[in-house]
């Protein structure tokens, strides 16, 4: 399958600080972007679903001030975690769907970026 | 958005034994809902997936059945082996968005 690929894997950051996580579609072009949000043990949260060149669309009570999403090209999304609070230390996944998978429905996820906000 | 809904949150089964996983989804107008495998640490696999307008599907020891009209749908693992061991996820598509359920652990026992 394609191949989805997320930086950083961990990052520790103080409270305060801002934090940017990559999701790079490797080896397909990305017409759309997912991002999700997961806490230990428990399910993957819809944050925000990017296109490409246009202004993400974020779920009901997802703050889009706090969490900035952008997707500036087709092999690209970046999640942006502004003033970080320990409240927001979480796993963060994206997945992306190309041409393709808008008729197959297929999803590809990266391997997650863990947060920690101390 | 869609509300899916997924029973139990965690299964044993003795090795070789079968596993059944269910999910309940709120939007007739979702169409299209796959199942993911997530092993501890790693990012979610898609394992199959089913169409609404198929009843059922099956892969080897895996499958998918679909019941549109009461808007439930079920993963069936037969001969269940211990790498089957690991949580896996319904999720539903609602026009371009993918609702996940809260996830089952599997735990196969050798």
């Known amino acids: 399958g394609a191949v989805v690929s997320q930086h950083p894997s961990w990052v520790i950051c103080k409270s305060g600080t801002s934090v940017k996580i990559e999701c790079r579609s490797l080896d397909f072009q990305a017409t759309t972007m997912f991002w999700y949000r997961q806490f230990p043990k428990q399910s993957l949260m819809l944050m925000a679903t990017s296109n490409e060149g246009s202004k993400a669309t974020y779920e009901q009570g997802v703050e889009k001030d706090k969490f900035l999403i952008n997707h500036a090209s087709l092999t690209l999304s970046t999640l942006t975690v502004t003033s970080a609070h320990p409240e927001d230390s979480s796993f963060y996944i994206c997945?992306?769907?190309?041409?393709?998978?808008?008729?197959?429905?297929?999803?590809?996820f990266g391997e997650g970026s863990r947060l920690t906000v101390l | 958005g869609e509300n899916v809904e997924q029973h139990p949150s965690t299964l044993s089964v003795q090795e070789g034994d079968s596993a059944v996983i269910k999910c309940t989804y709120s939007d007739s107008a979702s169409n299209y809902f796959p199942w993911y495998k997530q092993e501890l640490g790693k990012r979610p696999q898609l394992i199959i997936d089913i169409r609404s307008n198929v009843g059922e599907k099956k892969d080897q020891r895996i499958a998918v059945t679909l019941n549109k009209t009461a808007k439930h749908f079920s993963l069936h693992i037969t001969e269940t082996q211990p790498e089957d061991s690991a949580v896996y996820f319904c999720?539903?598509?609602?026009?371009?968005?993918?609702?996940f359920g809260s996830g089952t652990k599997l735990n196969v026992k050798p």
């Open positions: 997945s992306a769907r190309g041409l393709a998978g808008e008729v197959t429905g297929e999803l590809f």
């Open positions: 999720a539903a598509r609602e026009f371009n968005k993918f609702y």
